[in-house]
């Protein structure tokens, strides 16, 4: 079965640090495009940073300089180390994948929420 398991939201007080993880079974993310969005209340979901296939790196602009993203291909598992949290970084976060080139075959996992209190 494909699954994509985010862990590791929680609540913090601004300026805080949380670390995102997101574990996929059933699924290579090595090769692939993975990326991690957010959707915060009344809001539509949208890209935080994306790992392309490349290997670069993108961030929105807001998180440019707290968030990084990165990948452990031995752990087929995907992060996002958060830091200096705000709190409109409050959202529900999720990873997604996709083959390289192809977003309409993305797949999601279930979400992790961040609360970020000041």
């Known amino acids: 079965q494909v699954r994509l398991v985010e862990s590791g939201g929680g609540s913090v007080q601004a300026g805080g640090s949380l670390k995102l993880s997101c574990a996929a079974s059933?699924?290579?993310?090595?090769?692939?495009?993975m990326s991690w969005y957010r959707q915060a209340p009344g809001k539509e979901r949208g890209l935080v940073s994306s790992?392309?296939?490349?290997?670069?790196?993108t961030y929105v602009d807001s998180v440019k300089g707290r968030f990084t993203a990165s990948h452990d291909n031995p752990k087929n598992t995907l992060f996002l180390q958060m830091n200096s949290l705000k709190t409109e970084d409050t959202a529900v976060y999720y990873c997604?994948?996709?083959?390289?080139?192809?977003?309409?075959?993305?797949?999601w996992g279930q979400g992790t929420q961040v609360t970020v209190s000041s």
């Open positions: 997604a994948a996709n083959p390289c080139g192809k977003p309409s075959y993305r797949i």
């Open positions: 059933g699924y290579i993310l090595s090769g692939r495009e």
């Open positions: 790992i392309g296939c490349d290997g670069t790196t």
